[in-house]
Protein backbone atom coordinates (compact mmCIF):
# COMPACT_ATOMS: atom_id res chain seq x y z
CA UNK A 1 0.00 0.00 0.00
CA UNK A 2 1.26 3.45 -0.80
CA UNK A 3 2.51 5.85 2.13
CA UNK A 4 -0.37 8.38 3.16
CA UNK A 5 -0.03 11.92 3.96
CA UNK A 6 -2.26 14.89 4.77
CA UNK A 7 0.32 17.33 2.80
CA UNK A 8 2.97 16.15 0.10
CA UNK A 9 5.23 19.00 -1.51
CA UNK A 10 6.69 19.08 -4.52
CA UNK A 11 9.99 20.99 -4.34
CA UNK A 12 12.14 21.23 -1.81
CA UNK A 13 13.42 25.13 -2.47
CA UNK A 14 12.60 28.11 -0.12
CA UNK A 15 8.94 27.99 -0.61
CA UNK A 16 8.87 23.96 -0.57
CA UNK A 17 10.60 23.61 2.84
CA UNK A 18 8.90 26.51 4.65
CA UNK A 19 5.50 25.16 4.04
CA UNK A 20 6.66 21.82 4.41
CA UNK A 21 7.74 22.91 8.18
CA UNK A 22 4.95 25.12 8.89
CA UNK A 23 2.28 21.99 7.77
CA UNK A 24 4.37 20.04 10.15
CA UNK A 25 3.99 22.70 13.38
CA UNK A 26 0.83 22.79 12.47
CA UNK A 27 0.01 18.68 13.45
CA UNK A 28 0.07 17.73 9.59
CA UNK A 29 1.73 14.83 8.41
CA UNK A 30 3.98 15.86 5.50
CA UNK A 31 6.18 14.50 2.64
CA UNK A 32 8.41 16.63 0.88
CA UNK A 33 9.76 15.34 -2.58
CA UNK A 34 12.75 17.29 -4.19
CA UNK A 35 15.16 16.01 -6.99
CA UNK A 36 18.16 18.61 -6.24
CA UNK A 37 21.16 16.71 -5.94
CA UNK A 38 24.73 17.57 -5.46
CA UNK A 39 27.38 16.76 -8.06
CA UNK A 40 28.24 13.35 -6.50
CA UNK A 41 24.54 12.53 -6.59
CA UNK A 42 23.77 13.31 -2.88
CA UNK A 43 20.20 15.20 -2.13
CA UNK A 44 20.89 18.85 -1.65
CA UNK A 45 17.66 20.43 -0.10
CA UNK A 46 17.01 23.85 -0.65
CA UNK A 47 16.77 24.48 -4.51
CA UNK A 48 18.30 27.11 -7.14
CA UNK A 49 17.91 29.32 -3.95
CA UNK A 50 20.59 27.62 -1.60
CA UNK A 51 22.27 25.77 -4.15
CA UNK A 52 23.16 28.32 -7.11
CA UNK A 53 21.24 31.20 -6.11
CA UNK A 54 20.62 33.53 -2.97
CA UNK A 55 23.14 31.66 -0.41
CA UNK A 56 26.37 30.92 -2.48
CA UNK A 57 25.97 34.81 -4.51
CA UNK A 58 25.71 36.11 -1.55
CA UNK A 59 28.73 34.23 -0.11
CA UNK A 60 30.73 35.33 -3.42
CA UNK A 61 29.42 38.54 -3.27
CA UNK A 62 30.96 38.93 0.57
CA UNK A 63 33.94 37.21 -0.28
CA UNK A 64 34.88 39.46 -3.72
CA UNK A 65 33.92 42.63 -1.57
CA UNK A 66 36.19 41.75 1.50
CA UNK A 67 38.84 41.49 -1.41
CA UNK A 68 37.72 44.90 -3.44
CA UNK A 69 38.49 46.67 -0.20
CA UNK A 70 42.04 44.93 0.99
CA UNK A 71 42.63 46.41 -2.70
CA UNK A 72 41.09 49.74 -2.86
CA UNK A 73 40.00 50.66 0.69
CA UNK A 74 42.58 49.13 3.33
CA UNK A 75 45.31 51.71 3.03
CA UNK A 76 42.71 54.69 3.29
CA UNK A 77 42.32 53.17 6.73
CA UNK A 78 46.25 52.75 7.66
CA UNK A 79 46.52 49.02 6.96
CA UNK A 80 49.12 47.98 4.68
CA UNK A 81 48.88 44.81 3.22
CA UNK A 82 51.98 43.54 1.67
CA UNK A 83 51.58 40.35 -0.57
CA UNK A 84 47.95 40.39 -1.09
CA UNK A 85 47.04 37.57 -3.57
CA UNK A 86 43.11 35.90 -4.59
CA UNK A 87 43.05 32.14 -3.48
CA UNK A 88 39.69 31.79 -5.92
CA UNK A 89 39.84 28.58 -5.32
CA UNK A 90 39.30 28.67 -1.54
CA UNK A 91 36.81 31.34 -2.30
CA UNK A 92 34.37 28.86 -4.16
CA UNK A 93 35.57 26.45 -1.45
CA UNK A 94 34.10 28.59 1.08
CA UNK A 95 30.81 29.73 -1.19
CA UNK A 96 30.37 25.57 -1.21
CA UNK A 97 30.73 25.35 2.55
CA UNK A 98 28.47 27.52 2.94
CA UNK A 99 25.63 26.19 0.30
CA UNK A 100 26.39 22.83 2.41
CA UNK A 101 25.91 24.03 5.72
CA UNK A 102 22.47 25.61 4.58
CA UNK A 103 21.38 21.93 2.93
CA UNK A 104 22.70 20.20 6.06
CA UNK A 105 20.03 22.89 8.12
CA UNK A 106 17.09 21.90 6.19
CA UNK A 107 17.97 18.17 6.49
CA UNK A 108 17.95 18.80 10.70
CA UNK A 109 14.83 21.11 10.47
CA UNK A 110 12.85 18.07 8.75
CA UNK A 111 13.66 15.47 10.97
CA UNK A 112 13.22 17.66 13.47
CA UNK A 113 9.53 18.41 12.43
CA UNK A 114 9.15 14.83 11.46
CA UNK A 115 9.06 15.83 7.71
CA UNK A 116 9.56 12.26 5.29
CA UNK A 117 11.86 13.82 2.71
CA UNK A 118 11.93 11.90 -0.71
CA UNK A 119 14.71 12.11 -3.09
CA UNK A 120 13.21 12.33 -6.79
CA UNK A 121 10.84 13.81 -8.95
CA UNK A 122 8.07 13.71 -8.23
CA UNK A 123 4.49 13.89 -10.79
CA UNK A 124 0.93 14.24 -10.29
CA UNK A 125 -1.14 10.87 -10.83
CA UNK A 126 -4.46 11.34 -10.35
CA UNK A 127 -6.97 13.38 -8.23
CA UNK A 128 -10.37 12.24 -6.51
CA UNK A 129 -12.32 13.30 -3.62
CA UNK A 130 -10.25 11.19 -1.05
CA UNK A 131 -6.81 13.26 -2.18
CA UNK A 132 -4.30 12.60 -4.71
CA UNK A 133 -1.05 9.93 -5.35
CA UNK A 134 2.30 11.46 -6.30
CA UNK A 135 4.34 9.07 -8.34
CA UNK A 136 8.42 9.46 -7.39
CA UNK A 137 11.03 9.00 -9.40
CA UNK A 138 14.71 8.55 -8.00
CA UNK A 139 17.19 5.71 -7.97
CA UNK A 140 13.55 3.47 -7.25
CA UNK A 141 10.09 4.56 -8.08
CA UNK A 142 7.20 4.61 -5.19
CA UNK A 143 3.74 6.18 -5.28
CA UNK A 144 2.19 8.20 -2.22
CA UNK A 145 -0.93 9.39 -1.17
CA UNK A 146 -2.06 12.60 -0.13
CA UNK A 147 -4.99 14.45 0.94
CA UNK A 148 -3.32 17.73 -0.16
CA UNK A 149 -0.68 18.91 -2.53
CA UNK A 150 1.91 22.43 -2.98
CA UNK A 151 3.27 22.36 -6.21
CA UNK A 152 6.73 24.38 -5.04
CA UNK A 153 8.96 23.88 -8.25
CA UNK A 154 10.56 26.80 -8.10
CA UNK A 155 12.14 28.19 -11.93
CA UNK A 156 14.97 27.48 -14.31
CA UNK A 157 17.54 30.09 -16.48
CA UNK A 158 15.95 31.01 -19.21
CA UNK A 159 18.28 30.07 -22.68
CA UNK A 160 19.03 33.06 -25.31
CA UNK A 161 17.63 31.74 -28.61
CA UNK A 162 20.44 30.22 -30.69
CA UNK A 163 22.99 30.21 -27.93
CA UNK A 164 21.80 27.59 -25.59
CA UNK A 165 23.90 26.94 -22.38
CA UNK A 166 27.10 24.70 -23.27
CA UNK A 167 28.08 25.00 -19.66
CA UNK A 168 31.65 25.91 -20.60
CA UNK A 169 31.80 28.96 -22.32
CA UNK A 170 28.15 29.94 -22.28
CA UNK A 171 27.07 29.98 -18.60
CA UNK A 172 24.05 30.23 -16.24
CA UNK A 173 23.46 31.33 -12.92
CA UNK A 174 24.98 28.12 -11.49
CA UNK A 175 28.33 28.38 -14.16
CA UNK A 176 28.23 32.14 -13.40
CA UNK A 177 28.99 30.92 -9.52
CA UNK A 178 31.62 28.11 -10.40
CA UNK A 179 33.99 29.85 -13.20
CA UNK A 180 37.51 28.50 -11.53
CA UNK A 181 40.01 31.53 -13.46
CA UNK A 182 38.78 35.23 -13.20
CA UNK A 183 37.83 35.79 -16.77
CA UNK A 184 39.92 38.56 -18.51
CA UNK A 185 37.10 39.63 -20.44
CA UNK A 186 33.08 38.64 -19.13
CA UNK A 187 30.48 39.70 -21.18
CA UNK A 188 26.55 39.05 -19.24
CA UNK A 189 23.64 39.42 -21.33
CA UNK A 190 20.90 40.91 -19.07
CA UNK A 191 21.47 43.79 -16.69
CA UNK A 192 18.41 42.21 -14.52
CA UNK A 193 19.37 41.45 -10.58
CA UNK A 194 21.63 38.34 -11.30
CA UNK A 195 23.35 39.96 -14.27
CA UNK A 196 24.15 43.00 -11.95
CA UNK A 197 25.09 41.09 -8.57
CA UNK A 198 27.32 38.30 -10.51
CA UNK A 199 28.86 41.04 -12.75
CA UNK A 200 29.76 43.15 -9.63
CA UNK A 201 31.82 39.69 -8.03
CA UNK A 202 34.00 38.75 -11.42
CA UNK A 203 34.82 43.02 -11.37
CA UNK A 204 35.84 42.80 -8.01
CA UNK A 205 37.90 39.95 -8.74
CA UNK A 206 39.58 41.79 -11.49
CA UNK A 207 37.62 40.88 -14.66
CA UNK A 208 36.13 43.41 -17.23
CA UNK A 209 32.84 42.87 -17.33
CA UNK A 210 30.76 44.24 -20.30
CA UNK A 211 26.61 44.20 -19.80
CA UNK A 212 24.38 43.93 -22.83
CA UNK A 213 20.68 44.61 -21.69
CA UNK A 214 18.00 45.14 -23.90
CA UNK A 215 15.65 47.77 -22.55
CA UNK A 216 16.43 51.57 -23.08
CA UNK A 217 16.86 51.96 -19.48
CA UNK A 218 18.52 50.23 -16.55
CA UNK A 219 16.98 48.87 -13.60
CA UNK A 220 13.18 49.48 -14.99
CA UNK A 221 11.66 48.35 -11.77
CA UNK A 222 13.40 51.08 -9.16
CA UNK A 223 12.29 54.68 -8.66
CA UNK A 224 13.95 56.47 -11.38
CA UNK A 225 16.29 58.42 -8.69
CA UNK A 226 17.69 55.68 -7.76
CA UNK A 227 18.57 53.86 -11.08
CA UNK A 228 19.93 56.75 -12.12
CA UNK A 229 22.71 56.88 -8.64
CA UNK A 230 23.21 52.96 -9.22
CA UNK A 231 24.16 53.48 -13.01
CA UNK A 232 26.74 56.61 -12.12
CA UNK A 233 27.97 53.71 -8.99
CA UNK A 234 28.50 51.06 -11.66
CA UNK A 235 29.98 53.26 -14.45
CA UNK A 236 32.56 54.24 -11.57
CA UNK A 237 33.27 51.12 -10.64
CA UNK A 238 34.10 50.11 -14.57
CA UNK A 239 31.19 47.75 -15.19
CA UNK A 240 30.74 48.71 -19.00
CA UNK A 241 27.10 48.30 -18.84
CA UNK A 242 25.39 48.95 -22.71
CA UNK A 243 21.49 49.13 -22.58
CA UNK A 244 19.05 49.38 -25.41
CA UNK A 245 20.79 46.50 -27.69
CA UNK A 246 19.52 43.73 -29.96
CA UNK A 247 21.67 40.75 -29.54
CA UNK A 248 21.86 39.42 -32.83
CA UNK A 249 23.83 36.48 -33.10
CA UNK A 250 26.28 34.06 -30.39
CA UNK A 251 29.46 32.10 -32.09
CA UNK A 252 30.86 29.94 -29.09
CA UNK A 253 34.28 28.42 -29.83
CA UNK A 254 37.55 28.76 -27.97
CA UNK A 255 35.89 32.08 -27.09
CA UNK A 256 32.27 33.52 -27.42
CA UNK A 257 31.91 36.46 -30.22
CA UNK A 258 27.95 38.54 -29.60
CA UNK A 259 27.22 40.78 -31.91
CA UNK A 260 24.63 42.61 -31.93
CA UNK A 261 23.46 46.42 -32.19
CA UNK A 262 23.53 49.41 -29.97
CA UNK A 263 20.68 51.71 -29.01
CA UNK A 264 21.79 54.16 -31.50
CA UNK A 265 21.28 51.08 -34.26
CA UNK A 266 25.12 50.75 -35.37
CA UNK A 267 26.30 47.39 -35.75
CA UNK A 268 29.02 45.65 -32.94
CA UNK A 269 30.53 42.93 -32.47
CA UNK A 270 32.34 42.47 -28.65
CA UNK A 271 34.56 39.26 -27.80
CA UNK A 272 34.54 37.82 -24.63
CA UNK A 273 35.99 34.56 -22.42
CA UNK A 274 32.95 33.71 -20.81
CA UNK A 275 29.68 34.53 -21.56
CA UNK A 276 26.72 34.57 -18.53
CA UNK A 277 23.08 34.81 -19.61
CA UNK A 278 20.81 36.31 -16.97
CA UNK A 279 17.34 37.18 -19.25
CA UNK A 280 15.06 35.48 -16.25
CA UNK A 281 13.70 32.67 -15.30
CA UNK A 282 10.63 29.90 -16.70
CA UNK A 283 8.39 28.30 -14.18
CA UNK A 284 9.08 24.66 -14.12
CA UNK A 285 6.23 22.66 -15.21
CA UNK A 286 7.79 19.94 -16.51
CA UNK A 287 7.73 16.21 -15.51
CA UNK A 288 4.62 17.27 -13.60
CA UNK A 289 2.67 15.92 -15.90
CA UNK A 290 0.14 18.67 -15.58
CA UNK A 291 -1.54 18.33 -18.68
CA UNK A 292 -2.41 15.19 -18.20
CA UNK A 293 -4.30 15.53 -14.63
CA UNK A 294 -5.63 18.73 -16.26
CA UNK A 295 -3.09 21.51 -14.13
CA UNK A 296 -3.37 25.24 -15.90
CA UNK A 297 -0.92 27.02 -16.64
CA UNK A 298 -1.17 30.65 -17.32
CA UNK A 299 -0.01 32.01 -20.98
CA UNK A 300 4.05 32.65 -19.36
CA UNK A 301 3.65 28.87 -18.62
CA UNK A 302 3.73 29.47 -14.62
CA UNK A 303 0.76 27.57 -13.08
CA UNK A 304 -2.25 29.72 -12.43
CA UNK A 305 -3.50 30.62 -9.05
CA UNK A 306 -5.76 32.51 -7.15
CA UNK A 307 -4.55 35.14 -4.78
CA UNK A 308 -4.69 31.80 -2.11
CA UNK A 309 -2.13 30.13 -4.36
CA UNK A 310 -5.37 27.66 -5.18
CA UNK A 311 -4.76 25.78 -8.54
CA UNK A 312 -8.07 25.17 -10.24
CA UNK A 313 -7.73 21.12 -9.22
CA UNK A 314 -8.99 20.73 -5.77
CA UNK A 315 -6.76 20.59 -3.16
CA UNK A 316 -3.81 21.50 -5.34
CA UNK A 317 -1.67 24.34 -4.58
CA UNK A 318 1.18 26.11 -5.94
CA UNK A 319 3.81 28.85 -4.86
CA UNK A 320 6.53 30.42 -5.43
CA UNK A 321 8.38 31.41 -8.61
CA UNK A 322 6.59 28.13 -10.39
CA UNK A 323 3.67 30.82 -9.71
CA UNK A 324 3.04 34.38 -11.16
CA UNK A 325 4.45 37.42 -9.01
CA UNK A 326 8.23 38.19 -8.46
CA UNK A 327 10.48 35.65 -8.46
CA UNK A 328 11.93 36.32 -5.15
CA UNK A 329 12.79 33.50 -1.90
CA UNK A 330 11.03 35.41 0.69
CA UNK A 331 7.86 35.72 -1.56
CA UNK A 332 7.74 31.98 -1.62
CA UNK A 333 8.28 31.65 1.89
CA UNK A 334 5.50 33.36 2.52
CA UNK A 335 3.13 32.18 0.17
CA UNK A 336 4.46 28.78 1.56
CA UNK A 337 3.41 29.25 5.14
CA UNK A 338 -0.38 30.69 3.97
CA UNK A 339 -1.00 27.45 2.20
CA UNK A 340 -0.30 25.04 4.87
CA UNK A 341 -2.08 27.81 7.34
CA UNK A 342 -4.94 27.64 4.88
CA UNK A 343 -4.97 23.80 4.80
CA UNK A 344 -5.01 23.80 8.29
CA UNK A 345 -8.20 25.51 8.24
CA UNK A 346 -6.63 28.67 9.23
CA UNK A 347 -6.08 32.30 8.38
CA UNK A 348 -3.42 32.60 5.79
CA UNK A 349 -1.90 35.75 4.53
CA UNK A 350 0.56 37.63 1.99
CA UNK A 351 0.64 41.42 1.71
CA UNK A 352 1.94 41.51 -1.99
CA UNK A 353 2.13 45.25 -1.52
CA UNK A 354 5.21 45.16 0.78
CA UNK A 355 7.47 42.34 -0.32
CA UNK A 356 10.75 44.60 -0.44
CA UNK A 357 13.00 43.93 -3.43
CA UNK A 358 16.93 44.21 -2.56
CA UNK A 359 19.91 44.05 -4.95
CA UNK A 360 22.90 43.45 -3.26
CA UNK A 361 24.99 45.70 -5.55
CA UNK A 362 27.77 47.87 -3.66
CA UNK A 363 26.05 49.74 -3.51
CA UNK A 364 23.09 48.04 -1.86
CA UNK A 365 19.54 48.56 -3.39
CA UNK A 366 16.30 47.99 -1.44
CA UNK A 367 12.83 49.14 -2.36
CA UNK A 368 9.29 48.57 -1.11
CA UNK A 369 6.05 50.34 -2.32
CA UNK A 370 5.33 52.24 -5.23
CA UNK A 371 7.89 54.44 -6.76
CA UNK A 372 7.54 58.11 -7.85
CA UNK A 373 6.59 57.02 -11.16
CA UNK A 374 4.17 54.72 -10.32
CA UNK A 375 2.46 56.87 -8.03
CA UNK A 376 2.91 59.92 -10.87
CA UNK A 377 1.12 57.62 -13.57
CA UNK A 378 -1.68 56.97 -10.86
CA UNK A 379 -2.29 60.39 -10.01
CA UNK A 380 -1.65 60.30 -6.14
CA UNK A 381 -0.37 63.23 -4.67
CA UNK A 382 2.53 62.52 -2.60
CA UNK A 383 5.62 64.52 -0.85
CA UNK A 384 9.09 62.70 -1.01
CA UNK A 385 12.21 63.14 1.61
CA UNK A 386 15.73 62.23 0.42
CA UNK A 387 18.57 62.00 2.80
CA UNK A 388 22.11 61.15 1.63
CA UNK A 389 24.26 58.73 3.26
CA UNK A 390 27.29 61.70 2.96
CA UNK A 391 25.24 63.80 5.49
CA UNK A 392 25.06 60.39 8.02
CA UNK A 393 27.70 59.74 10.61
CA UNK A 394 27.96 56.32 10.44
CA UNK A 395 28.58 56.27 6.96
CA UNK A 396 31.48 58.29 6.97
CA UNK A 397 33.13 56.42 9.66
CA UNK A 398 32.32 53.40 7.32
CA UNK A 399 34.11 55.32 4.42
CA UNK A 400 30.95 54.09 2.21
CA UNK A 401 28.98 57.37 1.78
CA UNK A 402 26.99 56.53 -1.45
CA UNK A 403 23.26 56.72 -2.03
CA UNK A 404 20.19 58.09 0.34
CA UNK A 405 16.99 57.37 1.53
CA UNK A 406 14.10 58.46 0.09
CA UNK A 407 10.68 58.01 1.81
CA UNK A 408 7.40 58.60 -0.29
CA UNK A 409 4.16 59.59 1.65
CA UNK A 410 0.42 60.67 0.99
CA UNK A 411 0.22 64.24 0.35
CA UNK A 412 -2.92 64.40 2.25
CA UNK A 413 -2.80 61.66 4.93
CA UNK A 414 1.15 61.47 5.22
CA UNK A 415 0.83 57.28 4.90
CA UNK A 416 3.96 56.35 3.58
CA UNK A 417 3.41 54.79 0.20
CA UNK A 418 6.94 53.60 -0.67
CA UNK A 419 10.48 53.72 0.46
CA UNK A 420 13.89 53.50 -1.51
CA UNK A 421 17.28 53.04 -0.65
CA UNK A 422 20.84 53.26 -2.68
CA UNK A 423 23.80 52.67 0.09
CA UNK A 424 25.50 50.41 3.03
CA UNK A 425 23.15 47.75 4.37
CA UNK A 426 19.89 49.02 2.15
CA UNK A 427 19.05 45.43 2.40
CA UNK A 428 19.06 45.60 6.35
CA UNK A 429 17.55 48.94 6.51
CA UNK A 430 14.76 48.09 4.45
CA UNK A 431 13.17 46.59 7.25
CA UNK A 432 11.96 49.18 9.04
CA UNK A 433 10.24 50.38 5.75
CA UNK A 434 8.36 47.05 5.74
CA UNK A 435 7.47 47.04 9.17
CA UNK A 436 6.40 50.66 9.12
CA UNK A 437 3.91 49.65 5.64
CA UNK A 438 2.23 47.01 7.35
CA UNK A 439 1.41 49.17 10.27
CA UNK A 440 0.28 52.01 7.93
CA UNK A 441 2.87 54.33 9.08
CA UNK A 442 3.23 57.99 8.25
CA UNK A 443 6.10 59.57 7.61
CA UNK A 444 5.72 61.35 10.84
CA UNK A 445 5.90 58.28 13.00
CA UNK A 446 9.32 57.08 11.49
CA UNK A 447 9.89 61.01 12.31
CA UNK A 448 9.50 60.59 15.74
CA UNK A 449 11.11 57.02 16.22
CA UNK A 450 14.51 57.44 18.42
CA UNK A 451 17.06 55.77 16.03
CA UNK A 452 20.56 54.81 17.81
CA UNK A 453 23.84 57.19 17.29
CA UNK A 454 25.92 56.55 14.83
CA UNK A 455 23.51 54.38 12.83
CA UNK A 456 22.53 53.95 9.13
CA UNK A 457 19.26 53.87 10.08
CA UNK A 458 19.02 57.49 11.22
CA UNK A 459 19.16 58.17 7.45
CA UNK A 460 15.78 56.74 7.54
CA UNK A 461 14.73 58.91 9.91
CA UNK A 462 16.15 62.05 8.21
CA UNK A 463 14.41 61.03 5.26
CA UNK A 464 10.87 60.69 6.67
CA UNK A 465 11.84 63.83 8.55
CA UNK A 466 12.72 65.20 5.01
CA UNK A 467 9.28 64.55 3.92
CA UNK A 468 7.95 67.49 5.93
CA UNK A 469 10.91 69.45 4.95
CA UNK A 470 13.13 69.44 8.43
CA UNK A 471 15.66 66.91 7.87
CA UNK A 472 18.19 68.03 10.95
CA UNK A 473 21.52 67.13 10.04
CA UNK A 474 21.67 68.48 6.08
P1 LIG B 1 13.32 26.79 -6.09
O1 LIG B 1 14.23 27.40 -5.11
O2 LIG B 1 13.68 26.84 -7.53
O3 LIG B 1 13.14 25.27 -5.65
C1 LIG B 1 12.41 24.35 -6.39
C2 LIG B 1 12.93 22.97 -6.11
O4 LIG B 1 12.04 22.01 -6.69
C3 LIG B 1 14.30 22.69 -6.75
O5 LIG B 1 15.11 21.97 -5.85
C4 LIG B 1 13.96 21.85 -7.97
O6 LIG B 1 15.02 21.00 -8.39
C5 LIG B 1 12.79 21.04 -7.40
N1 LIG B 1 11.91 20.45 -8.43
C6 LIG B 1 11.48 20.99 -9.59
N2 LIG B 1 10.61 20.15 -10.20
C7 LIG B 1 10.51 19.05 -9.39
C8 LIG B 1 9.76 17.86 -9.45
N3 LIG B 1 8.91 17.62 -10.44
N4 LIG B 1 9.92 16.95 -8.45
C9 LIG B 1 10.76 17.17 -7.41
N5 LIG B 1 11.47 18.32 -7.28
C10 LIG B 1 11.33 19.24 -8.26
N6 LIG B 1 15.80 35.64 -4.24
C11 LIG B 1 15.83 36.41 -3.14
O7 LIG B 1 14.78 36.64 -2.54
N7 LIG B 1 16.99 36.94 -2.68
C12 LIG B 1 18.17 36.72 -3.31
O8 LIG B 1 19.21 37.21 -2.88
C13 LIG B 1 18.17 35.92 -4.48
N8 LIG B 1 19.32 35.68 -5.13
C14 LIG B 1 19.29 34.90 -6.26
C15 LIG B 1 20.48 34.73 -6.95
C16 LIG B 1 20.50 33.98 -8.10
C17 LIG B 1 21.80 33.77 -8.85
C18 LIG B 1 19.29 33.37 -8.57
C19 LIG B 1 19.29 32.53 -9.80
C20 LIG B 1 18.10 33.56 -7.89
C21 LIG B 1 18.09 34.33 -6.73
N9 LIG B 1 16.92 34.58 -6.02
C22 LIG B 1 16.94 35.38 -4.92
C23 LIG B 1 15.63 34.00 -6.44
C24 LIG B 1 15.31 32.77 -5.58
O9 LIG B 1 16.37 31.84 -5.73
C25 LIG B 1 14.00 32.15 -5.99
O10 LIG B 1 12.97 33.13 -5.98
C26 LIG B 1 13.62 31.04 -5.03
O11 LIG B 1 14.60 30.03 -5.02
C27 LIG B 1 12.27 30.43 -5.40
O12 LIG B 1 11.96 29.43 -4.49
P2 LIG B 1 11.03 28.19 -4.88
O13 LIG B 1 10.91 27.37 -3.65
O14 LIG B 1 9.81 28.67 -5.54
O15 LIG B 1 11.84 27.39 -6.01
P1 LIG C 1 15.68 39.70 -14.47
O1 LIG C 1 14.28 39.60 -14.92
O2 LIG C 1 15.97 40.36 -13.18
O3 LIG C 1 16.54 40.48 -15.56
C1 LIG C 1 16.68 40.03 -16.85
C2 LIG C 1 17.19 41.19 -17.70
O4 LIG C 1 17.54 40.68 -18.97
C3 LIG C 1 16.14 42.27 -17.90
O5 LIG C 1 16.70 43.53 -17.62
C4 LIG C 1 15.77 42.11 -19.36
O6 LIG C 1 15.37 43.32 -19.97
C5 LIG C 1 17.05 41.58 -19.95
N1 LIG C 1 16.88 40.83 -21.19
C6 LIG C 1 15.92 39.94 -21.51
N2 LIG C 1 16.12 39.44 -22.74
C7 LIG C 1 17.25 40.02 -23.23
C8 LIG C 1 17.98 39.90 -24.43
N3 LIG C 1 17.58 39.09 -25.40
N4 LIG C 1 19.09 40.65 -24.59
C9 LIG C 1 19.51 41.48 -23.59
N5 LIG C 1 18.86 41.64 -22.43
C10 LIG C 1 17.74 40.91 -22.24
O7 LIG C 1 16.24 38.21 -14.52
P2 LIG C 1 17.55 37.57 -13.91
O8 LIG C 1 18.58 38.59 -13.64
O9 LIG C 1 17.86 36.42 -14.79
O10 LIG C 1 17.04 37.04 -12.52
C11 LIG C 1 15.93 36.15 -12.45
C12 LIG C 1 15.16 36.40 -11.21
O11 LIG C 1 15.87 35.90 -10.09
C13 LIG C 1 14.94 37.87 -10.90
O12 LIG C 1 13.79 38.36 -11.52
C14 LIG C 1 14.77 37.89 -9.44
O13 LIG C 1 13.42 37.72 -9.14
C15 LIG C 1 15.56 36.69 -8.97
N6 LIG C 1 16.80 37.15 -8.33
C16 LIG C 1 16.70 37.88 -7.19
C17 LIG C 1 17.81 38.36 -6.57
C18 LIG C 1 17.66 39.19 -5.37
O14 LIG C 1 16.56 39.24 -4.82
N7 LIG C 1 18.69 39.87 -4.90
C19 LIG C 1 19.16 38.08 -7.08
C20 LIG C 1 19.15 37.34 -8.33
C21 LIG C 1 17.99 36.89 -8.90
Given at each position: ?187 V?GAG??GL??G ?11 ILE????LL ?21 I?T ?231
Amino acid sequence: MSKSFDVIVIGGGPGGYIAAIRAAQLGLKTACIDDWSTLDGKPALGGTCTNVGCIPSKALLQSSEHYDHAVHSFAEHGIRVKGLGLDLAQMLARKEKVVAQNNDGIVFLFRKNKIESFHGRGSLVKGGAAGWEVRVSGKSEEILAAKHVIVATGSSPRALPGADFDHKLILDNAGALAIPEVPKRLGVIGAGVVGLELGSVWRRLGADVTILEALPDLLGAADEQIAKEASRAFAKQGLAIHTGVNITKVTARKSVTVEYTDSAGAVQSATFDKLIVAIGRVANTRGLNAEAVGLKLDARGCIEVDDECRTNLPNVWAIGDVVRGPMLAHKAEEEGVAVAERIAGRHGHVDFNTVPWVIYTAPEIAWVGKTEQQLKAAGVGFRAGTFPFMANGRARALGDTTGMVKILADASTDRILGVHIIGPMASELIAEAVVAMEFSASAEDIALICHAHPSLSEAVKEAALAVDKRALNL
